[in-house]
C-alpha cells in the first residue's frame, strides 16, 4: 500500500517569512496530492491540490510542486501570516475511487 | 465545495455505552468515508460507508464496533460500541465531490 511521509513535523517561522513542507510518497500510481490545513478544534480544510499532469499550481500565496520521478510533493506558503498557523497533512492517492493515505502532519507556528 | 455537518460536535461518555454520531451533507455524493484522528495524530480511516450495502472496514476496525449506516446520498451515521477510554478521538465524516475530498468538522469523543 502506499506510505507518505512528511517533513518537519514543527516549523516556525516570522510573520513575512516563507514556510515549506515536504512530502514523499512510495506509490508510483498516486496521482492525486491532496494538501489539508487543520486549524485547533476543526476539521481538515482542503487548501491547494495537484495531479500528476502538472508540476506546480499556485493560488494566492500557497503553491504546490510535484516531482512524480522522486515521488515527492512539497507545500509553499508565501509571506505568512499569524492566521497561518496550524497543522497542515500532505496526501496521496492513486486514483477517483482509491483511498487517501495521509502524511503525519507538520504544525508551523508563524511568529510575530 | 460539499458543505458538511456532524452532530453532536463534541460528547462525554462512560465506558461500557454507545455513541451514534451523524453526519450531514449539503449534496448528493457518492463516497462517504469515517475517520478516526487521535490526540495530536494524523487521520486514519474506518470506514467507506456505502450507500444501501454494508460499509467496507479498513484494517483493524470491525462492524461490531463501529456499526455504519448510510441510507441515502446525504446521509451517514457511525456508531462507537462499547466505549473505552482508549475511544477517546475525533471521529471525522469526508465525502468525495467532483474528485476532491472534503472533511467535516468532527466529533470530539471522549471516554471515561
Known amino acids: 500500500g502506499e506510505n507518505v511521509e512528511q517533513h518537519p513535523s514543527t516549523l516556525s517561522v516570522q510573520e513575512g517569512d516563507s514556510a515549506v513542507i515536504k512530502c514523499t510518497y512510495s506509490d508510483s500510481a498516486s496521482n492525486y496530492f491532496p494538501w489539508y490545513k487543520q486549524e485547533l478544534g476543526k476539521g481538515p480544510q482542503l487548501i491547494i491540490d495537484?495531479?500528476?499532469?502538472?508540476g506546480e499550481k499556485k493560488d494566492q500565496r500557497i503553491a504546490v510542486t510535484l516531482n512524480k520521478t522522486a515521488k515527492h510533493f512539497s507545500l509553499h506558503i508565501t509571506e505568512t501570516q499569524p492566521e497561518d498557523s496550524a497543522v497542515y497533512f500532505c496526501a496521496a492517492s492513486g486514483g477517483t475511487a482509491s483511498k487517501l493515505t495521509f502524511g503525519t502532519g507538520t504544525r508551523l507556528q508563524v511568529t510575530l | 465545495s460539499a458543505v458538511i455537518s456532524q452532530k453532536p460536535s463534541r460528547d462525554i461518555c462512560q465506558r461500557g455505552t454507545s455513541l451514534t454520531i451523524q453526519c450531514q451533507v449539503d449534496s448528493q455524493v457518492t463516497m462517504m468515508f469515517w475517520y478516526r484522528q487521535q490526540p495530536g495524530q494524523s487521520l486514519t480511516l474506518i470506514a467507506t460507508?456505502?450507500?444501501?450495502?454494508?460499509?467496507?472496514?479498513e484494517s483493524g476496525f470491525v462492524i461490531d464496533k463501529f456499526p455504519i449506516s448510510r441510507p441515502n446520498l446525504t446521509f451517514s451515521t457511525l456508531t462507537v460500541s462499547n466505549m473505552s477510554p482508549e475511544d477517546s478521538s475525533i471521529y471525522l465524516c469526508?465525502?468525495?465531490?467532483?474528485?476532491?475530498?472534503?472533511f467535516g468538522p468532527g466529533t470530539r469523543l471522549t471516554v471515561l
Open positions: 469526508s465525502v468525495k465531490s467532483y474528485n476532491e475530498q472534503f
Open positions: 460507508a456505502n450507500q444501501g450495502s454494508e460499509a467496507t472496514y
Open positions: 495537484i495531479r500528476s499532469n502538472v
